[in-house]
């Protein structure tokens, strides 16, 4: 089985371990199937460049989640972390002191830096970062969604004057308090998907959106030209899960970034930014949005399930209730083509 997933960071990360999670547990039951390869495309709209280097955040978070060393408590960063060149760097007195950076951390990013200097593709320092977490051994391939250098930058109001500043410094700074005009991402026209990006949506069996923000994690990825195109034209079923429970994101500031778009806080807000693409869904069991399908032309398919993943065990089961829901509306799709 082949399965493709978009991700953000944190969200995209631990519904990605529980399906792993999950699939271990399946091919225990059901000997004989063939491993499941798994290919996971990852927003860089994050990537910021910090003293000099190059810091991908949210496919960092994916290896380290994956690999086993990421920070639980926290969700990103390594677990273990000392900080000595953060207090280094501060005592110099240089900037920005708001990103915290630990050393286990830093070496990422010297380490990609380094390669990127050398005129590496992003996607290849992807692709060595991937083997030191052991990301191969687990069948998964992890891939930016670009190798063109793209960055978020938010539109914010102050003093009655518009300005664009990072993501990162709208989100972790400024805690998303600023209200968000519109977000900006710079290079992403002129941005190219990464090589076997497109090919892993239109070739695979499934296609797994995680409950990563709609907005600056899935938004970005669809954003690259040809990835929602690829999504609009793929025989796989597009099955997704809600990053809001009880009208409110998980973790993080979801809400911020939908207001700022104009859509509404809900699952079925969510939902429409997929509309033309998705065929499965979903969302809390009290999420008022009704179950099966919204009207009897939409290819939308609505199921509650307990969507928290307070451990490992809950995300392998709500990742297992999206690929069994992607898998049924797929024989579902091959009986109408038989028939
Ligand atoms: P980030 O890049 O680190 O912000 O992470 P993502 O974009 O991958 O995921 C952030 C989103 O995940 C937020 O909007 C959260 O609401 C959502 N999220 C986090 N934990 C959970 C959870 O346990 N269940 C669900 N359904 N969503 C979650
Ligand atoms: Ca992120």
């Known amino acids: 089985m082949r399965i493709t997933a978009l991700a953000g960071g944190v969200g995209g990360a631990r519904f990605l371990r529980g399906l792993l999670r999950h699939l271990e547990h399946r091919s225990a039951t059901a000997s004989g199937e063939a491993p499941t390869r798994i290919t996971v495309i990852g927003n860089t709209g994050d990537d910021i460049t910090l003293f000099g280097l190059r810091v991908c955040p949210d496919i960092d978070t994916i290896l380290y989640t994956l690999g086993g060393g990421v920070h639980e408590g926290q969700g990103w960063g390594r677990a273990d972390e000392t900080h000595s060149l953060a207090t280094e760097l501060a005592a110099l007195g240089a900037t920005p002191q708001w990103f915290t950076l630990g050393d286990k951390d830093f070496a990422t990013h010297v380490y990609r830096s380094q390669l990127l200097g050398r005129g590496m593709p992003l996607s290849q320092v992807v692709s060595r970062l991937s083997a030191r977490w052991g990301l191969p051994d687990l069948g998964v391939t992890l891939l930016p969604m670009t190798d063109t250098p793209v960055e978020t930058h938010v539109v914010v109001e102050e003093d009655g004057e518009q300005r664009a500043i990072h993501f990162q410094e709208w989100w972790v700074r400024h805690q998303a308090a600023l209200p968000a005009e519109r977000f900006v991402v710079a290079g992403l026209d002129q941005a190219t998907a990464a090589p076997g990006v497109l090919d892993a949506i239109r070739e695979t069996d499934v296609v797994l959106l995680p409950p990563s923000n709609p907005v600056v994690s899935i938004g970005i990825i669809l954003g690259v030209p040809g990835v929602r195109d690829a999504l609009r034209g793929t025989r796989a079923p597009v099955v997704g899960v809600s990053p809001l429970v009880g009208g409110r ?13 104009g859509v509404e806080e809900s699952s079925a807000g969510v939902a429409g930014l997929y509309e033309d693409f998705l065929d499965g869904w979903l969302v809390d069991e009290q999420d008022p949005m009704p179950a099966g399908r919204p009207s009897a032309r939409s290819r939308l398919e609505v199921e509650h399930r307990p969507l928290l993943m307070s451990s490992v065990d809950a995300a392998a089961d709500l990742a ?20």
Request: hydrophobic share 45%.
């Open 249 to 261: 994101p998980v973790r993080g500031h979801a809400d911020a970034c939908l207001r700022a778009i």
């Open 320 to 339: 297992g209730a999206a690929l069994d829901l992607g898998l049924r509306l797929r024989e579902d799709r091959a009986s109408r083509v038989t028939a």
